[in-house]
């Protein structure tokens, strides 16, 4: 999953960038409202993390550009205000969560989880395709209790991209967006997509049947939970 940071602090804004890369989020980075509000227009993110407190601009005006050009996308308000007006603002005009400054990453890291699991009508973070059995908190997918350990980090954020949009049809561009942060412009990068999806069949049909990931002619690849 892809997210915008827009922050002022360098240090805060790097420290966030390489821990929540490390968790497998691929991550962008603004200093100022200017260029994040420039991004949040041409972009699609999943998350939208936005310091209240920026030199240029009004945090709470970026959010609401946030969601009219990202409307699916989830925000965090990140905020050294002490003021409450400012949280309840924030969350009056959509965004799904705040942290207080200082936070620790690892609470970040799991508003975002407990974010997602909410946005996509998640009980827990494990859901059964098939045979197969998908773990998004531990990143692994398992046949009837054997681990698909051949699974790559992408291979297996594909696969947890989709799932999240289960039953809709996703483009390669959208894909390729999300998972890699590059918008596809051509064939070439088209086949990157179709083989990875190619790998990941590959992989889990020497397991069982992965009926359920299908290819959409001339649209792109869903995840049908009802196959
Ligand atoms: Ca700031």
Redesign the pocket.
């Known amino acids: 999953m892809n997210v915008l940071i827009v922050?002022?602090?360098k240090a805060l804004t790097t420290e966030m960038e390489l821990f929540l890369g490390s968790n497998n989020y691929l991550c962008e980075t603004c200093y100022d409202g200017r260029s994040a509000s420039e991004k949040i227009a041409t972009n699609l993110y999943d998350f939208i993390l936005i310091?209240l407190?920026?030199p240029d601009y009004d945090g709470l005006d970026l959010l609401k550009e946030a969601k009219k050009y990202n409307p699916e996308a989830a925000c965090i308000i990140l905020t050294?205000r002490a003021e409450v007006n400012d949280r309840i603002k924030g969350l009056d005009l959509g965004a799904d969560d705040y942290l207080p400054k200082p936070f620790s990453l690892l609470e970040l890291q799991s508003r975002m989880q407990a974010i997602t699991r909410r946005k996509f009508g998640l009980k827990n973070s494990t859901v059964t395709l098939g045979e197969f059995v998908v773990d998004l908190t531990n990143r692994a997918i398992s046949h009837k209790g054997t681990e698909v350990s051949s699974i790559t980090k992408k291979e297996f954020d594909l696969v947890a991209y989709m799932l999240l949009h289960k039953n809709r049809t996703l483009t390669r561009s959208q894909l390729s967006e999300h998972i890699w942060g590059s918008v596809v412009n051509d064939d070439y990068d088209s086949n990157y997509i179709d083989a990875h999806i190619k790998n990941i069949r590959k992989k889990l049909n020497a397991y069982g049947s992965a009926d359920w990931l299908e290819t959409v002619r001339g649209l792109g690849y869903r995840i049908n939970l009802n196959a």
């Open positions: 922050e002022d602090e310091d407190g920026l050294a």
